[in-house]
C-alpha cells in the first residue's frame, strides 16, 4: 500500500508567478485536502475534493485552485504568488473521512 | 466556525508523563483528532474522539469530554524521540474541513 506522495519537494518562485503542486493519493482513498502551513502554525484548510468535485473551501482567494483526476490524484494551482504564499503545503487524502487523514510529506514553497 | 486552544510549548524529562491540554470551540461536533508531527516533517494521525472519556493506544491516550470542549493527550514513559509538535484538530461540515490548533511543541530533556 503506498502513502500519500507529493512533489516537487522544494520549490522557489518569483512573486506574480503561477505554481502548480502535486499530490498522488494513497491507494483506495477517493477524498484529497489540502493545507497551507506557515511556520511555526498548524495547517489551514484550503479546499478539499471528492470524486472530481471541490467539496469545501477555507477562507483562500480565488488564485487557489484544484483539480482532481479520475485516479484520485489532485493539483494544486496558486496564481499571482505572494511573499506571504511563501509556506509548506500538504497534501491528505482519506476514504472515510471520520478516521483522519493521510498526510503527504509536503511541498515547501518559497516566494521571492 | 471553530476555535482551538492548546499551549504553545512544553517541556518534559525522559521517562516522565506529560499531559497536553486543548480546549475547542465548534458548531456541531463531529470528533477530535490529535496529530503528532516532527520538525520538518507531515503530520502522523494518532487518534481521534467521538465519544467522551479515555481511550488508550499504547503509550499514548487521549481523552474527551463534549460537555466542557475539552481534550487532552496523555503521553507516558517519555522517549526523546517524542519531542514534536502536537496538534489538536476538529472537523466540521460532514468532515469537509479539518481545523487545526497552533499545536503544542514538545521537548523532551534527559
Known sequence: ETGVTQSPTHLIKTRGQQVTLRCSSQSGHNTVSWYQQALGQGPQFIFQYYREEENGRGNFPPRFSGLQFPNYSSELNVNALELDDSALYLCASSSDQAYGYTFGSGTRLTVV | GQNIDQPTEMTATEGAIVQINCTYQTSGFNGLFWY?????????????????????????????????????????ELQMKDSAS?????????????????????????
Open chain 2, 36 to 76: 503528532q508531527q516532527h520538525a520538518g516533517e507531515a503530520p502522523t494521525f494518532l487518534s481521534y474522539n467521538v465519544l467522551d472519556g479515555l481511550e488508550e493506544k499504547g503509550r499514548f491516550s487521549s481523552f474527551l469530554s463534549r460537555s466542557k470542549g475539552y481534550s487532552y493527550l496523555l503521553l507516558k
Open chain 2, 86 to 110: 502536537y496538534l489538536c484538530a476538529v472537523p466540521s461540515g460532514g468532515y469537509q474541513k479539518v481545523t487545526f490548533g497552533t499545536g503544542t511543541k514538545l521537548q523532551v530533556i534527559p
